[in-house]
């Protein structure tokens, strides 16, 4: 049984910084595609972040770049996310997910692809 829990969301000022976690357990496929979507009231789920087979490719939206960065501990079986220069439009409710499909820097799949989501951690960013 596949199992994503997401951790690390909480409330800050814009500029400011979260890291967000994300354990998985129960995975087993070599070859995966990873990442961060989020999803802000009343607008649709969109990617963040991605990774594709151990940090071989990695993806950013264009609304991130420069700011967000994504990152694996193979050991810890554990995806990150560490925003910088947080901004209001950056609040959301950020989810991982994950699935046994091919990603690269400049293509990521939508979210339909993706089988296996944890529950989400809630990012506020106030002005």
């Known amino acids: 049984q596949v199992q994503l829990v997401e951790s690390g969301g909480g409330s800050v000022q814009a500029g400011g910084s979260l890291r967000l976690s994300c354990v998985a357990s129960g995975y087993t496929e070599r070859r995966y595609c990873m990442g961060w979507f989020r999803q802000a009231p009343g607008k649709e789920r969109e990617v963040v972040a991605g990774v594709y087979s151990r940090g071989a490719s990695t993806y950013y939206a264009d609304s991130v770049k420069g700011r967000f960065t994504i990152s694996q501990d193979s050991a810890k079986n554990t995806l990150y996310l560490l925003m910088n220069s947080l901004k209001p439009e950056d609040t959301a409710m950020y989810y991982c997910?994950?699935?046994?499909?091919?990603?690269?820097?400049?293509?990521?799949?939508?979210?339909?692809?993706?089988?296996?989501w944890g529950q989400g951690t809630q990012v506020t960013v106030s002005s």
């Open positions: 997910a994950v699935a046994a499909i091919y990603c690269d820097a400049d293509w990521y799949p939508g979210e339909a692809a993706f089988p296996y």
